[in-house]
């Protein structure tokens, strides 16, 4: 289903200039962007991240099998991707929940891009697995997963740190220093830093009037997870 009037436009990235193509050469075989965003999926990268979040329902987790679970979705073609470059300005992507699920993309992937492309997998996450997220919490914990990408592949600040990336940030950070101690099982994310990020979110002006807006969250409002 198109999310219209009240679609999640994922914004706000500063762009630092063209950081890579949408081919790479590996062992002499050419990469596709699909290729590269089942690689993406799959690699090491996407396979640290792992946290929790207090859901309106109960705890909710994202664990290294989410974004295996997605790449297999685009394998079989329940998710198709979509590269485009008719993104609205400043849009970084959009996952449209429907027959079949939409993954759009832009078709230059660098780190940037492929941080943005976690993010939209992450409501991707949400939508195959049926879980009962708030609109609030799904974009909360997306923004999550693509600050936990830019901090693991060193990208600097400049090019992300528009306000909710940065608030993310902040939950990526304390994520990270349990990682670094090793806590035991899947952390938590820091209640504070999270409900920060979470107003941030809501009173931020693409999401300010959708479902992960104020009103919205007030009413519960969900993205379509329909599978
Ligand atoms: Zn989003």
């Not at 062992?27 to 991240?49: F, S, W």
């Not at 849009?91 to 939209?120: A, D, K």
């Not at 304390?174 to 099982?185: C, F, M, N, S, V």
Request: charged share 15%; aromatic share 8%.
């Amino acid at each position: 289903m198109w999310r219209g009037m009240f679609g999640h436009a994922d914004r706000g990235l500063v762009r630092g200039g063209t950081l890579g193509t949408n081919q790479r050469h590996r062992k002499g075989v050419t990469m596709t962007g699909r290729e590269r965003i089942l690689h993406l999926l799959r690699g090491p990268v996407a396979a640290r991240i792992r946290f929790t979040f207090p859901g309106a329902g109960g705890t909710v987790t994202i664990s290294p099998v989410s974004f295996r679970h997605v790449a297999n979705h685009i394998e079989s073609g329940h998710i198709s991707i979509v590269f485009t470059n008719a993104l609205p300005a400043g849009v970084g992507g959009q996952y449209i929940s429907g027959t079949p699920n939409q993954l759009m993309v832009q078709p230059i992937i660098g780190r940037v891009e492929e941080g943005l492309i976690l993010h939209e997998c992450t409501h991707a996450v949400f939508d195959v697995t049926r879980t009962p997220v708030v609109a609030n919490d799904d974009e909360a914990a997306s923004y999550v997963v693509d600050a936990l990408y830019f901090r693991m592949t060193g990208l600097r600040h400049p090019r992300w740190n528009v306000i909710s990336h940065a608030r993310a940030g902040q939950v990526a950070d304390l994520l990270l220093k349990q990682y670094a101690e090793g806590t035991h099982g899947i952390p938590a994310v820091d209640p504070t830093a999270w409900t920060v990020l979470k107003a941030t979110v809501m009173f931020r002006p693409n999401y300010r009037f959708g479902p992960a807006g104020l009103l919205g969250t007030l009413l519960g409002s969900q993205y379509p997870h329909d599978g």
